[in-house]
């Protein structure tokens, strides 16, 4: 473990609370695409199907749960809590992401590190996380204004990949068989997804005026 | 070595 993958589990973690924290607080999702929770749901099934065989380290185990149980348990929400799913805009969340889903499986299954189920399955969640986070930034640029909550969520959701990037350079500099080419070219295209999202970001951010994402 | 399969990231 690095500071750089700490930092980024611990972003990780925070654009997770943030989710939770708006959800509960303002009891909506306006603004939230369930299809990209939906896609971080089976992120996260696909990868952790190591939960009960490999025992990493207490921390990584308690990390996979919570992963698994907050990104279900926000699906759960935005599909069938009475208030919240009455906020969830179901008219503009429209991306057909089984297509993603269907090019990421077809993906891994030509390029993985072991054709075994459990691999393919994980270069799997690999690859279709980098394009996860496609049907909320469209839900961004079609709801207009975003309010700060759901601004912070994507932030910190992307934020958190970069520092992962920066944990493959350390571990590259510093492992001498340190090769992870899946994670890390997954990582950069999920990264650059988020550049307009940043720049818009910042531009508020400096003028404090409200997130607009141009349509 | 097994440590070099198991995925040790999250």
């Known amino acids: 473990m690095n500071i750089f993958r ?9 654009s ?9 607080a303002t009891k909506s999702c306006s603004g939230i695409s369930l299809k990209t929770q939906e896609l971080y749901a ?12 490999d025992f990493i380290s207490l921390y990584n185990t308690v990390m996979k749960l ?3 149980g907050s990104s279900l348990a926000i699906v759960w929400c935005m599909r069938y809590h009475r208030v919240v799913r009455r906020s969830y805009d179901r008219e503009l969340d429209t991306f057909r992401y089984w297509i993603l889903v269907g090019a990421c499986f077809t993906l891994a299954l030509v390029l993985h590190e072991k054709f ?9 969640s690999i690859y279709l996380e980098a394009v996860a986070i496609l049907p909320q930034l469209v839900l961004l640029q079609r709801s207009g204004n975003v309010d700060n909550l759901t601004g912070q969520y994507v932030f910190f959701l992307g934020a958190y990949r970069a520092f992962y990037i920066l944990n493959w ?24 997804l988020y550049a307009d999202f940043f720049y818009y970001y910042f531009i508020s951010w400096k003028n404090n005026a409200k997130l607009q994402l141009p349509a | 070595s097994k440590d070099d399969e198991a995925h040790d990231e999250l």
């Open chain 1, 6 to 14: 700490l930092a980024g589990d611990m972003t990780h973690l925070i």
């Open chain 1, 42 to 53: 089976m992120v996260f099934l696909a990868r952790y199907l190591d939960l009960f065989s």
């Open chain 1, 169 to 192: 350079i350390y571990r590259y500099l510093t492992e001498p068989r340190f090769t992870r080419w899946i994670s890390c070219v997954s990582g950069l295209v999920q990264t650059a």
């Open chain 1, 66 to 68: 919570v992963f698994i």
């Open chain 1, 116 to 124: 075994s189920f459990q691999e393919v399955f994980w270069a799997f």
């Open chain 1, 16 to 24: 997770v609370l943030v989710l939770l924290l708006k959800i509960y």
